[in-house]
C-alpha cells in the first residue's frame, strides 16, 4: 500500500472536527474515512457526508462479515469504521485521515502498525473549559463530564507519534500540514510512490 494512514485523536474541545476540515480544505490526495452508524441523522448531517446511517441489523451483518477496522457501541449506538473502503483507498495510492479516540486508534495501529498518529491538546484545561462552555449547547453537567473525560483521553497522549498544542488556529494547522507533508517525503513512501523514477536514478 502505497497511501498513508493519519491518526488523528483529541479531547472534545480542542479543535479536532475544526483543524481537519480545514486541512482537507487545502491539501490534496487526502480523504476523510467517513464511519457507519446506527444513531439518527441529526438536523443538517447528510448519509455519506457526516457518516454511514445504517440500520443495527446491517451493522452487526457488517461485523460478522469482518467490514470493521474498529467499531464500539456509545451511548446506545453503534459506530464503526470501514476496514475495506480504507484498504482500497491506500492500495490506490491516496493517503487517508481518521477522526477517532484513543481506545480506536490502539485497535487501528493493531491492524495498521505503520499508521502515523496525532493527538491535538488544548493549551490549558480553563481554555478547554471555556471553548466547551462558549458552544452555548451543554449544560454545567454535561460540560463537567466533558472536562473529565478529556483529563482521560489525554492521558493517552503518549501512545501517538505526534502532539500538536491547539493554542492558535493557524499554527495548529501550519503543524498539522507539516506532520502530513512530512511523512509523505519519507524515503519508504517516495521509493513505493517513484518506483519508476527511484529504478532510473538509484
Excluded: C
Aim: charged share 25%; hydrophobic share 45%; net charge neutral.
Amino acid at each position: 500500500m502505497s497511501g498513508l494512514l493519519f491518526i488523528v485523536a483529541a479531547p472534545s474541545g480542542a479543535g479536532k472536527t475544526t483543524l481537519v476540515r480545514q486541512l482537507l480544505a487545502s491539501t490534496t490526495g487526502i480523504g476523510l474515512s467517513i464511519s457507519h452508524t446506527t444513531r439518527a441523522p441529526r438536523p443538517g448531517e447528510a448519509d455519506g457526508r457526516e457518516y454511514h446511517f445504517i440500520d443495527v441489523d446491517r451493522f452487526k451483518a457488517m461485523v460478522e462479515a469482518g467490514d470493521f477496522l474498529e467499531w464500539a457501541e456509545v451511548h446506545g449506538n453503534y459506530y464503526g469504521t470501514s476496514k475495506r473502503w480504507i484498504e482500497a483507498e491506500r492500495a490506490a495510492g491516496r493517503d487517508v485521515l481518521l477522526e477517532i479516540d484513543w481506545q480506536g486508534a490502539r485497535q487501528v495501529r493493531q491492524i495498521f502498525p505503520d499508521a502515523i498518529s496525532l493527538f491535538i491538546l488544548p493549551p490549558s484545561m480553563e481554555i478547554l473549559s471555556q471553548r466547551l462552555q462558549g458552544r452555548g449547547t451543554d449544560s454545567p453537567e454535561v460540560i463537567a463530564r466533558r472536562l473529565a473525560a478529556a483529563r482521560e483521553e489525554m492521558s493517552h497522549v503518549g501512545e501517538f507519534g505526534y502532539v500538536i498544542i491547539n493554542d492558535d488556529l493557524q499554527t495548529a494547522l501550519a503543524d498539522f500540514s507539516a506532520v502530513v507533508r512530512a511523512s509523505r517525503l519519507r524515503l519508504e513512501t517516495q521509493r513505493l510512490r517513484h518506483a519508476a523514477l527511484f529504478a532510473r536514478l538509484t
